[in-house]
């Protein structure tokens, strides 16, 4: 079964000052996570060998649902994530035909290759925990009440409010 989220890389690896570009939709893992994807991403990538390093290059549009920080109901925001990571390259290049084979190193404590392919859906998760707000709410603003029924977050607007509103820098 073959993962349409898996970009192999090799042939750039290989070949320094090589470069591809890929545009594609990827849907994302996201378990254990709050977070729901209204949409694959929308992925533009360039991926570029200078020999020691692997350049990836591009952007991200993410079209997903948070839980708001206050009441917890799902709030709808859209990212557009950057990609600008850069990672070594082991080895010699089979393209210098002196029988060597050149690898990506990653030392990620998430695993984002597999071998000389990326696994994009890893990448781009990474990155939105990066450059996701740390704090969303379904109203837009601290100062305007949630978009819920009252009872839902009653026992929210006490001192506990203010003690949060302290924090929305
Ligand atoms: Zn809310």
């Known amino acids: 079964m073959s ?10 690896v290989q070949h320094p000052g090589s470069s591809e570009e890929f545009r594609l939709q990827c849907p994302l893992a996201l378990e254990n996570r709050d977070i729901f994807l209204a949409a694959p991403a929308e992925v533009h990538l360039k991926v570029e060998s200078t020999g020691k390093m692997l ?3 591009g952007s991200a549009v993410i079209d997903c649902t948070v839980p708001c920080s206050r009441c917890t109901n799902n709030v709808p925001i859209k990212l557009d994530i950057e990609i600008d990571e850069e990672y ?4 010699t290049p089979s393209s210098y035909g ?23 859906s890893n990448l781009l998760y990474e990155e939105l925990m990066v450059q996701l707000p740390h704090q969303s709410l379904c109203s837009g603003s601290w100062d305007i009440p949630c978009n819920t029924p009252e009872e839902k977050f009653l026992h929210l607007d006490t001192g506990e409010d ?8």
């Open 162 to 169: 203010s003690l949060l509103k302290g924090n929305t820098d």
């Open 88 to 91: 070594g390259i082991s080895g």
């Open 98 to 120: 002196i029988g060597g084979f050149a690898t990506i190193d990653s030392d990620e404590p998430f695993e984002i290759f597999k071998g000389n392919s990326l696994i994009l």
């Open 3 to 12: 993962n349409p989220t898996l970009l192999d890389l090799n042939s750039v």
């Open 55 to 57: 350049l990836l290059r």
